[in-house]
């Protein structure tokens, strides 16, 4: 069964970079496609992107100007970089498996605050 | 990108049933696909594609589509059906995922 686990800071300052990376368990990264997802406390789902089994990506356009998502097929992992935060970023990112267009298995969330 | 519109809440009485909708554009040509959310926990798929159920989730869960709007059905609600739930479908361009602003259910 397949397994997902957000890890990164939890806090970040203003102007600076988010840095998360998922790790993937019981499944082969290669296999699928993946991606993030975000929530600000209180308040609904949004999609970030995704990143296919060959490194492609496709981006929310709204975060596409500041987004970077990326495959580590050594060590199952995939990771997001969200460049330039601002309090808005504050959110719990989750990550997700992304097949035939669904998130069909998440991992569990990181909370993320853009602070100084 | 499109929007995908939920009423904010709604509730219904133990065992009776519920019908959650999403409208937007994309259902028209889209599936959209359903997430649980209880308090403090990740989403859970309930609904994908035309009406169908991942492994474990029970059968009081079913989904439809009429035109632009998307339903979810909860037949014979349950306490632990208490959550909230998002809709979430393709763009109109096909290009990229949305969800939908989410409905807060109560069981009384």
């Known amino acids: 069964q397949v397994q997902l686990q957000e890890s990164g800071p939890g806090l970040v300052k203003p102007s600076e970079t988010l840095s998360l990376t998922c790790t993937v368990s019981?499944?082969?990264?290669?296999?699928?496609?993946w991606s993030w997802i975000r929530q600000p406390p209180g308040k609904g789902l949004e999609w970030i992107g995704y990143?296919?089994?060959?490194?492609?990506?496709n981006y929310n356009p709204s975060l596409m100007s500041r987004l970077t998502i990326s495959l580590d097929t050594s060590k199952n992992q995939f990771s997001l970089k969200l460049i330039s935060v601002t309090p808005s970023d504050t959110a719990i990112y989750y990550c997700?498996?992304?097949?035939?267009?669904?998130?069909?298995?998440w991992g569990q969330g990181t909370l993320v605050t853009v602070s100084s | 990108s499109s929007e995908l519109t939920q009423d904010p809440a709604v509730s219904v009485a133990l065992g009776q049933t519920v019908r959650i909708t999403c409208q937007g554009d994309?259902?028209?040509?889209?599936?959209a696909t359903w997430y649980q959310q209880k308090s403090g926990q990740a989403p859970v798929l309930v609904i994908y594609?035309?009406?169908n159920r991942p492994s474990g989730i029970p059968d009081r869960f079913s989904g439809s589509t009429s035109g632009n709007t998307a339903s979810l059905t909860i037949t014979g609600a349950q306490a632990e059906d208490e959550a909230d739930y998002y809709c979430?479908?393709?763009?109109?361009?096909?290009?990229?995922?949305?969800f939908g602003t989410g409905t807060k259910v109560t069981v009384l």
């Open positions: 594609g035309k009406n």
């Open positions: 990143v296919s089994d060959s490194g492609s990506t």
């Open positions: 997700a498996r992304f097949r035939n267009w669904n998130c069909d298995c």
């Open positions: 979430y479908s393709r763009d109109s361009g096909g290009d990229h995922v949305v």
């Open positions: 019981g499944d082969s990264i290669s296999s699928y496609y």
């Open positions: 994309s259902l028209g040509t889209y599936f």
